[in-house]
């Protein structure tokens, strides 16, 4: 199994410029997560999906934020217009159920200038 | 939401040293999970320990839910061991996010 598979592994992009990551959970699984961690907050969760429905959106900062997941083995992550506050390193993470052992992506390092 | 407190906070220790981190939670748990963010960054599941003992070669853990703690003990450091150490619980069914404690960041020196 390749495991979940996040790309880009680095984005460098400027202020204002859109940004979209992408991830592609473990086969099988049927839930999946978006994190963001840096320095001042640790791991925060962003979004969840289960069976490709938003189920919880209320980590994500602001309009700025959205998220898709038009199917199974695919979700995107997408900021629009980026600012600075906006670096960080984003996980995506899959599980196989509800309450199973997590498995996270090499995530991705964003840098907004 | 859950509050989690990991302590201590920061550890150094030699190679060969034994360790228990300690992961405090606010209220009753159906999950919680350990994990190892390596110095590379990535991060690793370890355990899926609700309640009760398990072990993985030089590592184990237990989770005493009805007192809200959780212990992972590492045995025999090594220095592949360093990196942070994250204890996730999680107090709703279904498919809930897990939240994450600050972290023991711990560092095995030759």
């Known amino acids: 199994d390749a495991g979940v598979i996040q790309s880009p592994r680095h984005e460098v992009t400027e202020m204002g410029q859109e940004v979209t990551l992408r991830c592609k959970p473990i086969?099988?699984?049927?839930?999946l997560f978006w994190y963001r961690q840096t320095m001042m907050r640790g791991l925060e969760l962003l979004i969840y999906?289960?069976?490709?429905?938003?189920?919880?959106d209320s980590g994500m900062p602001e309009d700025r934020f959205s998220a898709k997941m038009p199917n199974a083995s695919f979700s995107t992550l997408k900021i629009q217009p980026s600012e600075p506050r906006d670096s960080a390193v984003y996980f995506c993470?899959?599980?196989?159920?509800?309450?199973?052992?997590?498995?996270f992506g090499s995530g991705t390092q964003l840098s907004v200038l | 939401g859950i509050q989690v407190e990991q302590s201590p906070p920061d550890l150094i220790l030699q190679e060969g040293a034994n360790s228990t981190l300690r992961c405090n939670f606010s209220?009753?748990?159906?999950?919680l999970q350990w994990f190892h963010q390596n110095p590379w960054g990535q991060l690793i599941n370890l355990f899926y320990?609700?309640?009760g003992t398990k072990q993985n070669g030089r590592l184990s853990a237990t989770t005493v839910a009805t007192e809200r703690y959780s212990l992972l003990y590492i045995s025999s450091s090594q220095t592949t061991d360093s990196g942070v150490y994250f204890c996730?619980?999680?107090?709703?069914?279904?498919?809930?996010?897990?939240?994450f404690g600050k972290g023991t960041h711990l560092i095995i020196q030759p």
């Open positions: 993470a899959s599980a196989s159920s509800g309450a199973e052992k997590l498995f």
């Open positions: 086969s099988g699984h049927n839930s």
């Open positions: 999906f289960n069976n490709n429905v938003p189920i919880d």
């Open positions: 209220d009753s748990v159906n999950n």
């Open positions: 320990i609700p309640s």
């Open positions: 996730a619980p999680l107090t709703g069914g279904g498919a809930d996010g897990l939240t």
